[in-house]
């Protein structure tokens, strides 16, 4: 039941996604006008909204025009689901379970958008940072927020260790970015890089973090060698290795220790 309730979970926010997806980038408002058919403008009923569920039951068609709706709308919600899913079966349903599917899903919409539109709402990847940022002290619970103060130097270390490992990685990339722009005379690595890299390095800490930088990169490989003079977003490939070595953390932990014994 824990897992069904977290997928659930998961596929309104995916839902909420789609939203700021499609919205965001063309500077719209989130919240008006209500949810409606961008071909024949009509507004949508609460049945043509219940997330994966009335793609299917609509046939992927609008219920008035019937104009085809984007399949993108449901992989997103199925896939919010999945990582709603996959963190509540590494850390159970908790508040640091929410607050760090929260942070995926951002990054999950992150990376559709950068997709679609080369560009990084500055919005979401801000409020993925902050919420990476503030993730410590969710794993005491929601003891903190109700005022608890008997564990107010816990609190303070986690803090300080998550922006610290923020910064190191933030720097680090602006640092980089500056030196591939030096070498190849062009923009490598954007703002957008330095935030994502920051989000990562507050939650997953050292060494971690450097393991998701490689995998990223390797990821990366193959899609920017068939692209060749094309342009290829990176967020995505940051967004898919963080979430893979947060969901295997003790396994990398294990090779590292190995590694460096």
């Known amino acids: 039941m824990g897992l069904l309730f977290a997928f659930f979970t998961g596929l309104v926010i995916g839902s909420f996604l789609n939203v700021l997806i499609v919205r965001i980038p063309k500077g719209e408002n ?29 046939r992927g068609k609008c219920a008035y025009c019937q104009s085809p709706i984007s399949k993108l709308y449901p992989i997103v919600e199925l896939f919010t ?11 159970g349903l908790n508040a640091h379970w ?9 990054l999950l919409a992150l990376s559709v958008i950068d997709l679609k539109y080369y560009a990084v709402p500055d919005s979401l990847n801000f409020t993925a940072l902050i919420l990476a940022l503030l993730l410590p002290l969710f794993d005491f619970g929601w003891d903190w927020f109700v005022g608890d103060l008997e564990n107010f130097d816990t609190y303070r270390h986690a803090l300080i260790l998550s922006f610290k490992n923020a910064a190191i990685m933030g720097l680090a990339f602006f640092i980089l970015g500056q030196l591939v722009k030096f070498a190849i ?4 690595l954007g703002e957008a ?43 995505p490939f940051l967004a898919l290795a963080t979430w893979i070595v947060y969901i295997f953390a003790p396994t990398f932990r294990h090779w590292w220790s190995m590694l460096y014994a």
């Open 30 to 58: 989130v919240a008006f006008p209500p949810s409606h058919c961008p071909k024949c403008d009509n507004p949508l009923r609460w049945w043509h909204n219940i997330p994966l569920v009335s793609w299917i039951m609509l």
């Open 81 to 91: 689901g999945l990582i709603f899913v996959s963190v509540a079966m590494k850390t």
């Open 98 to 106: 929410f607050v760090a599917s929260l942070i995926f899903a951002l």
């Open 185 to 188: 005379k062009k923009d490598a």
């Open 193 to 235: 890089d330095i935030i994502i890299a920051a989000t990562m390095g507050a939650l997953l800490g050292f060494p971690l973090v450097l393991i998701a930088i490689y995998i990223a990169a390797l990821l990366a490989i193959v899609p920017a060698l068939f692209a060749r003079k094309h342009m290829v977003p990176f967020v």
